[in-house]
C-alpha cells in the first residue's frame, strides 16, 4: 500500500442537455473537478556495463506486461466500471476528466485491450473530458520547445484516432507549469484551459476554488486544492492521520465550509486533482475508497449548490471577470516544495536529462524513427523520479514508485541504456 502521507450509445445527447441544463442555473454552484491522471512508464532492464553493444533490450517487456495486468485488476477495470454506473445513475450530473499518457494507452493495447475499452465505454457517455498531454509523459517542455510540441502533436491525433476526441484542456507532465508554457500551447496548439497545482507561494492571499487565468489573459487556469484531493490520494487509508477515517458525510462537510468562506455568488471549482492508481492500487479495495467513491455523488448532488463539472466547462461557468496568475518560475503537484526537484534535484537526475535530450536531438538529425522512438520511451518522467535523493516523506513516496533499490542504481542503469541507444545511434 503506498506510504502515507498527505445501453451507451444513446447516452451522449441525452446526458449532455440533462448536465447543460443543470450547469447552467442561476444560483451560484461550488463545481467539482475531478481529473485522473492516466499513466505507465516503459520500465527498464537491469541495463549492466557489459550488456552494452551486444544487443541487449532496453526495456523489460514482462515487468511491464505483469504491472499492468495488475494495475488493470486492481484499478482500471473495477473503477472504470464504477464511474460507468455513477454516470448512468446521475444521469450525466457525474462527471470525470482523463488524461491518458500515451505509453499508458499503448500498454492497454498490448496487455489489457479490455482496460482500452472500458475506458473507450466512458468517454462515448459525453461526461468524460480527456485532456491534452505530452505523449510520453515526459520533461519536454523544460528542455526542448520544438520536441514538446512533437509530443503534444502526438498526443492529441491519439486522443483523436482512439476516441474521436478533441482535446482543448492542457496538463503537462506532472502539472507542471509556468508563464511561458501558456504561451506555446496557446498560440501554437490553440488549448483554452490548462490545469496545475494550487502553489500557495503563488496563490498568496487568494483562493484555490476561483477560475483564474493564466498571466497573458488568453487561457483559463484551474488549480488543484491539494489540501483536499490529498486527503483521498494520500491520507485515505492513514490510520495516524486526526482525520480518520474519512467519510462521505465528513468531506461533504468540509466542502459544504468552503462554500460558506466564499461569498459573492460567483460560480467555485473545487479542483480534485489525483493519479487514478489511487483506486485500488495506492488505496487498497479493503480501505473503502471505492465505497467512498460510490456515495460521494449521492451526496453532492442532493445539494443545490453543488455539482459536479468537466475543466473545459470554466469557459461558461465562469460568471465573474477572472483574475490573472503569473507563475516566473516552474511548479509542479510534486513533493511538499511543488517544484521541478522531484525529477530535477540532483546532479544525476540533471546529468541523465541533460545526456538524454542532446542524443535525442543527434537522432533527429539522423532520421532513425525507430532510435526516436526509444530516446522518447526514455524521456518519459518516470526515469529521473526514481533517481530522486529526496529523504523522509518525500523520498518514501519516491521509493514506493520505484523499481530499483537505490536512487544511484536507477542512475546507473538509465546512463547504460542511455549509452546502448548512442551505440545503436553510431552503428
Known amino acids: 500500500m503506498k506510504p502515507q502521507i498527505k445501453s451507451v450509445s444513446s447516452m451522449p445527447k441525452r446526458f ?5 441544463e443543470w450547469n447552467y442555473k442561476e444560483t451560484a454552484m461550488l463545481n467539482i473537478v475531478f481529473y485522473f491522471q492516466v499513466h505507465q512508464p516503459y520500465r527498464l532492464n537491469h541495463f549492466n556495463v557489459l550488456d552494452i553493444a551486444h544487443n541487449a533490450k532496453i526495456f523489460n517487456d514482462k515487468l511491464n506486461g505483469d504491472i499492468m495486468r495488475k494495475v488493470a485488476n486492481k484499478c482500471y477495470l473495477p473503477t472504470n ?4 454506473e455513477l454516470i448512468e445513475k446521475y ?3 457525474f462527471k470525470v476528466a482523463f488524461s491518458i499518457s500515451g505509453t499508458a494507452l499503448e500498454q492497454f493495447k498490448l496487455y489489457s485491450p479490455e482496460t482500452l475499452d472500458s475506458f473507450k465505454r ?6 468524460v473530458e480527456l485532456l491534452g498531454e505530452t505523449y510520453y509523459h515526459s520533461l519536454a517542455f523544460l528542455f526542448d520547445t520544438n520536441e514538446f510540441l512533437d509530443q503534444v502533436y502526438l498526443h492529441r491525433d491519439l486522443m483523436q484516432t482512439e476516441f474521436g476526441y478533441y482535446t482543448t484542456t492542457f496538463r503537462n507532465t506532472e502539472l507542471i507549469y509556468q508563464d511561458r508554457l501558456s504561451d506555446i500551447i496557446f498560440e501554437i496548439e490553440g488549448f483554452k484551459t490548462i490545469l496545475t497545482e494550487g502553489v500557495d507561494r503563488i496563490l498568496q492571499w487568494r483562493s484555490p476554488l476561483y477560475a483564474y487565468k493564466n498571466y497573458s489573459k488568453n487561457m483559463n487556469l484551474l488549480l488543484k486544492y491539494y489540501q483536499l484531493a490529498d486527503d483521498i490520494a494520500f491520507r485515505f ?5 486526526p482525520e480518520y477515517p474519512l467519510t462521505v458525510d465528513k468531506f461533504v462537510h468540509w466542502i459544504d465550509q468552503l462554500t460558506l468562506a466564499e461569498k459573492g455568488g460567483k460560480n467555485l471549482f473545487l479542483n480534485l486533482f489525483m493519479d487514478y492508481e489511487t483506486f485500488g492500487e495506492h488505496q487498497w479495495a479493503s480501505t473503502g475508497i471505492f465505497d467512498f467513491m460510490r456515495h460521494f455523488p449521492d451526496a453532492v448532488l442532493e445539494r443545490e449548490h453543488l455539482g459536479f463539472a468537466n475543466p473545459k466547462d470554466v469557459s461558461h461557468l465562469a460568471n465573474y471577470q477572472q483574475e490573472s496568475l503569473s507563475f516566473p518560475e516552474p511548479v509542479s503537484w510534486a513533493d511538499e516544495q511543488r517544484d521541478i526537484s ?3 534535484g540532483n546532479e544525476m537526475q540533471q546529468n541523465a536529462s541533460e545526456t538524454l535530450y542532446e542524443l535525442l536531438n543527434r537522432i533527429k538529425e ?8 526509444t530516446a522518447r520511451m526514455l524521456s518519459t518522467s518516470d526515469h529521473f523520479y526514481y533517481m530522486c ?7 518514501d513516496v519516491h521509493k514506493y514508485f520505484s523499481p530499483y533499490d537505490s536512487p544511484d542504481q536507477a542512475y546507473i542503469y538509465y546512463i547504460n541504456a542511455l549509452a546502448e541507444l548512442e551505440e545503436l545511434l553510431l552503428r
Open 16 to 20: 449532455l442537455s440533462i448536465a447543460s
Open 81 to 84: 466500471q464504477l464511474l460507468l
Open 91 to 93: 444521469e450525466g450530473r
Open 122 to 127: 466512458l468517454v462515448d457517455t459525453g461526461c
Open 237 to 241: 487509508s492513514n490510520r495516524d492521520w
Open 342 to 344: 522531484a525529477w530535477l
Open 366 to 373: 539522423k532520421g532513425d524513427e525507430e532510435l526516436l522512438r
Open 389 to 395: 535523493s529526496k529523504y523522509f516523506q518525500d523520498g
